[in-house]
């Protein structure tokens, strides 16, 4: 929650705001995914809080977006170290993750990334869309491949997300950005010592 409580007007930290702040986002993102309005009235109703105690943590309901962007942000960073600590290759774990961002949930994803699309430039938003270079660079490699390649899966996954394509979590598409990351590995050139 650490990433979501810079972009919170109040940080929580007794276990009940904790629950509190995460039946709002968990509201929020059934209301996304559902197709209802998405106001702030409509997300304290479904979260079980007055309006005025989901102010208390997000000045409007784009902090709310923001928000779901850093937790779900959080959640892939926990979810590739995870796979990577089972042995997963890294790059995989990463792609995976990204695959597999918001449970699922298609279309509170799509109006999120819609909105920090709108808005990158707010504080913490254009973080939200990187997957993380790391994954993808080797030892030596100079850092504008792990620029490329971490942006060529991010563009892959944007679109499908914006498009709703059936692609989207399933096996062939991590695959084929699964190799897309191999041969750019493979074809890009160490750097020189």
Not at 37 to 52: C, D, K, M
Not at 68 to 88: C, H, Y
Not at 117 to 125: F, I, K, Y
Request: proline share 5%; aromatic share 4%; glycine share 6%.
């Amino acid at each position: 929650m650490s990433d979501s409580a810079a972009i919170a007007r109040r940080s929580p930290r007794q276990p009940r705001s904790k629950a509190t702040v995460d039946a709002i986002l968990e509201a929020a993102t059934r209301i996304l995914q559902a197709g209802e309005t998405f106001t702030t009235n409509h997300v304290a109703e479904r979260a079980g809080v007055s309006v005025g105690t989901l102010y208390q943590y997000f000045a409007d309901k784009t902090a709310i977006l923001q928000a779901l962007g850093a937790r779900e942000r959080a959640a892939m960073a926990d979810a590739t170290q995870a796979a990577i600590a089972k042995g997963v290759e890294p790059a995989r774990a990463a792609i995976r993750a990204q695959l597999a961002a918001f449970d699922g949930r298609h279309a509170a994803r799509r109006v999120v990334l819609e909105a920090i699309l709108r808005d990158p430039l707010v504080p913490g938003m254009a973080d939200e869309v990187d997957v993380g270079v790391a994954p993808f660079v080797r030892e030596g490699e100079r850092p504008v491949h792990g620029f490329v390649i971490s942006r060529a899966v991010m563009g892959v996954v944007r679109a499908a997300v914006l498009e709703d394509s059936p692609l989207l979590g399933t096996p062939d598409l991590e695959e084929a950005l699964v190799r897309l990351v191999r041969g750019y590995a493979e074809a890009s050139p160490k750097r020189s010592k």
